[in-house]
């Protein structure tokens, strides 16, 4: 789990990522080399977070090719489910992402105390973990297959 409140993450100023050091190069090392990326973030004034779009800056083009991407997003006011269809999807999809198609948005009437208090909230969870995990496998099982047909 990266939370990249916890870690110094410098400007993506166009080099390949493989140049940057420090926890630069550990989120976007450990980004290219997941199998599958479940991405939590908050929405602030009607877009993503600065720190997010830096880590997708920081990275390739194609860098989610060949992986299962999932979204968790909070947000103020059910207005703002709109970011991850007109932001976050498109972006995913330009890095080549495998999106998982449903995902959990969260208002600020389902936490109290910075904790969830609906169930239904938690359930969605879940069942995007699950899915996660499941379409992960199903990609990598035909991966598996294309590359039998190549004898890899």
Do not use: W
């Amino acid at each position: 789990m990266l939370d990249l409140a916890d870690l110094e993450m410098v400007f993506s100023d166009g080099r390949n990522y493989l140049e940057y050091d420090g926890d630069t190069k550990y989120i976007a090392e450990t980004m290219m080399t997941a199998d599958a990326i479940i991405i939590g973030t908050p929405i602030f004034q009607a877009s993503i977070p600065a720190a997010l779009k830096n880590v997708f800056d920081l990275l390739p083009e194609g860098a989610f090719r060949d992986k299962v991407v999932s979204l968790v997003v909070t947000a103020g006011s059910s207005k703002h489910f709109l970011i991850a269809e007109q932001q976050l999807k498109p972006i995913l999809s330009f890095m080549k992402a495998q999106i998982v198609q449903q995902y959990v948005f969260v208002e600020a009437k389902d936490f109290h105390r910075g904790m969830i208090i609906n169930d239904d909230v938690l359930f969605r969870m879940d069942r995007l973990v699950e899915d996660t995990v499941m379409l992960a496998e199903a990609y990598e099982a035909i991966q598996k297959e294309k590359e039998k047909v190549y004898g890899l």
